[in-house]
């Protein structure tokens, strides 16, 4: 299969040594496809959405189910990211959000994604999950002086337009709340969102979509896709599948050629985590950072980072544009320099685990879930650019009822109509390692303006 990244970062084989799979190392097994299978509905993919899908699908609908994953269900980016379950699906701001699709479009749009932060909670709390809930809410933090005045604006924007709650921080309300750094100068908290553990998460909603009567098969590389006489037949190393309908939900590790009118709709980017040892009371209070509210900062390439339940530090960051091992070590080096550089109490503080993976972006920068109109059968849910815990919970579900026939007759469809429609494609698709060049430059210079 084709990809647009060096294939040690997709190759299913590799280990993840990310801090999360040690506190889960025991997980479930989920054999391989072997033989022919007929279903209703097949899904692409066992991250959060294709799992949430076939929960849903399997639960709430009583459909058959088959889930095709190529390596363990949670390999990809549903089991390595940070653990920030709250807003942000897009990389378009609200404003324009509201400028191109109207004002009622924006609002559904971010209904959606403030009952995306409540879903997880509801499916974790039903399924008996132990997600490590931690935090309340989201914070932004200015990492210059001269970005609080915009990040105050668009908080009274947002609360305005919206309804939305938000808080402004100034420097002395950090360093009360726990959440001193010399280099963040201001914040804006969202009370909308929390911390949890991915692993543990996606682990226990594969355990739920089975537990539910959703089939699940690991270590099944779909190799051909092919529909014919109303049916599609996704083709595997050691058997097929024969469905009605199928879900692509691979996200940022969708295989170029995965279906013939598929490639260059989505733009994987890199993303690189670091963890430090357990940090010591003397050394949180030293710092001055003992809240446990997942945070990032107000660069275009933003550091994300929280104080995990047992201490521990996360500290993460866009950017790198080659996932060969070599230059994600060096990214992984940055990421290392700039936690350092923003929490210098802590510079000698051991990093015990460091790792990458793929977040995906789509050409218009917002969500898609929904139905392929010009490809009968088919439907689509992914592109959460980096923020897909809650809004890939979320698609999930909003595909269950699309490929149910419930939606469009449903009064409580939250689906704004700019994200029902397939990401379109990249114009020049094959130039989208040079966008991507073009924009971290751009981002780079933005940065570091006043």
Same mark, same amino acid.
């Not at 399924?127 to 990492?143: F, P, Q, R, S, V």
């Not at 959440?179 to 969202?190: E, K, M, Q």
């Not at 900062?297 to 080659?322: A, V």
């Not at 060969?324 to 070590?329: D, E, K, L, V, Y």
């Given at each position: 299969?084709?990809?647009?990244?060096?294939?040690s970062a997709l190759d299913p084989t590799m280990p993840v040594k990310s801090w999360w799979a040690e506190t889960l190392p025991e997980v479930a097994t989920y054999p391989a496809l072997s033989g022919d299978v007929e279903t209703e509905v097949a899904i692409i993919g066992g991250g959060y959405t294709g799992l949430s899908a076939a929960y849903h699908l399997a639960r709430d609908h009583d459909i058959g189910v088959v889930v095709l994953e190529r390596a363990h269900p949670g390999w990809g980016a549903s089991g390595r990211n940070a653990g920030f379950c709250c807003m942000g699906s897009a990389r378009l701001p609200w404003d324009r959000?509201?400028?191109? *699709?109207?004002?009622?479009?924006?609002?559904? *749009?971010?209904?959606?994604?403030?009952?995306?932060?409540?879903?997880? !909670?509801?499916?974790?709390?039903?399924?008996?999950?132990?997600?490590?809930?931690?935090?309340?809410?989201?914070?932004?933090?200015?990492?210059?002086?001269?970005?609080?005045?915009?990040?105050?604006?668009?908080?009274?924007?947002?609360?305005?337009?919206?309804?939305?709650?938000?808080?402004?921080?100034?420097?002395?309300?950090?360093?009360?709340?726990?959440?001193?750094?010399?280099?963040?100068?201001?914040?804006?908290?969202?009370?909308?969102?929390?911390?949890?553990?991915?692993?543990?998460?996606?682990?226990?909603?594969?355990?739920?979509?089975?537990?539910?009567?959703?089939?699940?098969?690991?270590?099944?590389?779909?190799?051909?896709?092919?529909?014919?006489?109303?049916?599609?037949?996704?083709?595997?190393?050691?058997?097929?599948?024969?469905?009605?309908?199928?879900?692509?939900?691979?996200?940022?590790?969708?295989?170029?050629?995965?279906?013939?009118?598929?490639?260059?709709?989505?733009?994987?980017?890199?993303?690189?985590?670091?963890?430090?040892?357990?940090?010591?009371?003397?050394?949180?209070? &030293?710092?001055?950072?003992?809240?446990?509210?997942?945070?990032?900062?107000?660069?275009?390439?933003?550091?994300?980072?929280?104080?995990?339940?047992?201490?521990?530090?996360?500290?993460?960051?866009?950017?790198?544009?080659?996932?060969?091992?070599?230059?994600? !070590?060096?990214?992984?080096?940055?990421?290392?320099?700039?936690?350092?550089?923003?929490?210098?109490?802590?510079?000698?503080?051991?990093?015990?685990?460091?790792?990458?993976?793929?977040?995906?972006?789509?050409?218009?920068?917002?969500?898609?879930?929904?139905?392929?109109?010009?490809?009968?059968?088919?439907?689509?849910?992914?592109?959460?650019?980096?923020?897909?815990?809650?809004?890939?919970?979320?698609?999930?579900?909003?595909?269950?009822?699309?490929?149910?026939?419930?939606?469009?007759?449903?009064?409580?469809?939250?689906?704004?109509?700019?994200?029902?429609?397939?990401?379109?494609? *990249?114009?020049?698709? *094959? &130039?989208?390692?040079?966008?991507?060049?073009?924009?971290?430059?751009?981002?780079?210079?933005?940065?570091?303006?006043?």
């Open positions: 299969m084709k990809h647009l990244y060096h294939a959000i509201a400028a191109r *699709f109207g004002i009622e479009e924006a609002r559904r *749009f971010w209904r959606s994604q403030k009952h995306s932060v409540e879903l997880v !909670a509801e499916v974790a709390a039903r399924e008996g999950i132990d997600i490590e809930k931690a935090g309340g809410g989201e914070i932004t933090l200015a990492h210059l002086p001269s970005r609080a005045r915009s990040m105050r604006e668009e908080a009274s924007y947002l609360d305005a337009t919206f309804g939305a709650t938000h808080l402004f921080l100034s420097k002395p309300d950090l360093v009360e709340r726990g959440l001193n750094s010399p280099r963040l100068y201001a914040g804006v908290l969202d009370p909308v969102g929390f911390g949890l553990n991915p692993w543990k998460y996606v682990n226990g909603l594969a355990a739920a979509a089975r537990a539910a009567g959703a089939r699940i098969h690991g270590g099944t590389e779909v190799l051909r896709w092919t529909r014919s006489s109303g049916r599609h037949e996704l083709l595997t190393l050691a058997g097929r599948v024969r469905a009605a309908k199928v879900l692509i939900a691979t996200a940022a590790y969708t295989p170029e050629d995965l279906h013939d009118d598929f490639g260059g709709r989505v733009l994987p980017a890199l993303s690189s985590i670091v963890v430090t040892r357990p940090l010591t009371r003397d050394e949180i209070r &030293l710092q001055g950072w003992s809240d446990t509210t997942p945070a990032c900062d107000s660069r275009h390439l933003l550091h994300y980072f929280r104080l995990l339940p047992d201490g521990r530090f996360l500290f993460g960051g866009r950017g790198g544009l080659s996932a060969a091992p070599a230059m994600r !070590a060096r990214q992984l080096a940055r990421i290392e320099a700039a936690f350092r550089c923003y929490f210098p109490a802590w510079s000698d503080a051991e990093i015990t685990h460091r790792w990458s993976g793929l977040v995906c972006l789509a050409a218009d920068l917002v969500p898609h879930v929904g139905a392929w109109e010009e490809q009968p059968g088919s439907y689509f849910a992914l592109c959460y650019h980096g923020n897909g815990v809650a809004m890939g919970t979320w698609s999930g579900r909003a595909a269950a009822r699309v490929i149910a026939g419930v939606s469009e007759k449903r009064e409580d469809d939250e689906r704004a109509s700019f994200i029902r429609r397939p990401p379109p494609r *990249f114009p020049l698709a *094959f &130039l989208r390692p040079l966008y991507l060049r073009g924009a971290y430059l751009k981002y780079g210079i933005d940065d570091v303006m006043p």
